[in-house]
């Protein structure tokens, strides 16, 4: 399978505790959902295919989870930052203004007037809410709220997706801190 095929939905963190539990970072919309599936695959490219044993809520969006044939802590730390996958057929299509995270990136980004703003580098979520990094042709890469406000048009087939004036970076000059003593 090429990377289009595979959707990431969680990452292991750290050992929790001695029998061989890890925390996991879920990024399906219901925490609980990334232990639906009947394997995961860890590892980039996917290689690794685990069995998610038990699993509990710990809180908001991280679990505390056992796979098969990982017992004791040393086996657990060995998987500490593995990425989770599963195969985009084995997902529900997304639903009309729903998009996959994995769908997003590489995106170009344009602005109302159809000007090139750069393009999708990665998604990210600090708590407050989704937001796109766009990583324009020069200068620093900016992020924007991935809300109906500030991307109003998302167009997968044409590969771009449109940002709303409010969305751009301020084009005025920092004011000078050394000014004006």
């Known amino acids: 399978m090429n990377d289009s095929e595979w959707?990431?939905?969680g990452v292991i963190g750290a050992a929790h505790g001695v029998r061989g539990e890890l925390r996991l970072k879920s990024y399906t919309r219901d925490p609980m959902g990334v232990t639906a599936y009947a394997a995961l695959w860890a590892g980039e490219p996917p290689r690794r295919r685990l069995i998610v044993k038990a699993s509990r809520l710990l809180k908001d969006d991280m679990l505390v989870v056992r796979f098969e044939a990982i017992d004791g802590r040393e086996a657990a730390q060995a998987l500490t930052n593995l990425k989770l996958y599963v195969a985009r057929a084995d997902l529900p299509p997304p639903e009309d203004d729903e998009f996959y995270h994995a769908d997003l990136i590489g995106l170009a980004a344009v602005g109302p007037d159809?000007?090139?703003?750069?393009?999708?580098?990665?998604m990210d979520n600090f708590g407050a809410g989704d937001l796109l990094e766009i990583v324009p042709?020069?200068?620093?890469?900016?992020?924007?709220?991935?809300?109906?406000?500030?991307?109003?048009?998302?167009?997968?087939?044409?590969?771009?997706?449109?940002?709303?004036?409010?969305?751009?970076?301020?084009?005025?000059p920092e004011p000078d801190e050394t000014d004006g003593d």
């Open 7 to 9: 959707i990431l939905i």
């Open 114 to 122: 159809g000007a090139s703003l750069g393009f999708v580098a990665a």
């Open 137 to 172: 042709p020069r200068g620093e890469s900016f992020y924007v709220p991935f809300t109906r406000a500030f991307v109003p048009e998302v167009d997968l087939g044409g590969r771009h997706l449109v940002l709303a004036a409010e969305a751009l970076p301020s084009t005025e």
